[in-house]
């Protein structure tokens, strides 16, 4: 069965607010890497992001709960609040299950970033569902 967790868009501060879960929450951040580790390539992707911005932070909750997140800086929008800009991420067992989750989730919605390996070595897409709901569909590559 699929796990479902939360991922949240910030606009330049990610990294501060993980600082913050940090403490609440008294568990440590286990994946924090910025935008200049990003190869080249996939950097076209994030135009809008400088060096020390957060591309991916991970905290764990719990054994199956994780809070993760990103600076997705979009000059266009004012607001700061986080809460406004998230993903739900379903990590699965399978690359077919990924698929089919995906494609599910696609239909009438839109592809933001169709299923294909990426560059930290996961299966992974990203889509909109028709009722306008950001989804993150990840398998592991490393776990087949």
Same mark, same amino acid.
């Given at each position: 069965m699929a796990i479902v967790? %939360? +991922?949240? +868009? &910030?606009n330049g501060n990610? /990294?501060?607010? &993980? /600082?913050f879960y940090k403490d609440v929450f008294k568990k440590e951040i286990t994946y924090?890497?910025? +935008?200049?580790?990003? #190869?080249e390539a996939?950097?076209?992707h994030f135009l809008n992001c400088k060096d020390e911005h957060i591309m991916h932070a991970t905290l764990p909750i719990s054994e199956? %709960? &994780?809070?993760?997140g990103a600076d997705v800086?979009? #000059?266009n929008k004012k607001d700061q609040n986080a809460a406004a800009f998230f993903s739900l991420i379903v990590s699965t067992k399978s690359k /077919?299950?990924?698929d089919s989750i995906f494609n599910a989730l696609s239909k009438d919605g839109s592809i933001k970033l #169709?299923?294909?390996k990426q560059f930290w070595g996961s299966y992974y897409g990203i889509c909109m569902d028709k009722f306008g709901v950001n989804w993150k569909i990840s398998f592991a590559l490393e776990n087949n």
């Open positions: 967790n %939360t +991922y949240l +868009y &910030f990610c /990294e501060k607010a &993980f /600082e924090m890497e910025r +935008y200049k580790d990003v #190869p996939a950097r076209q199956e %709960t &994780f809070l993760m800086i979009d #000059p /077919e299950e990924a #169709p299923m294909e």
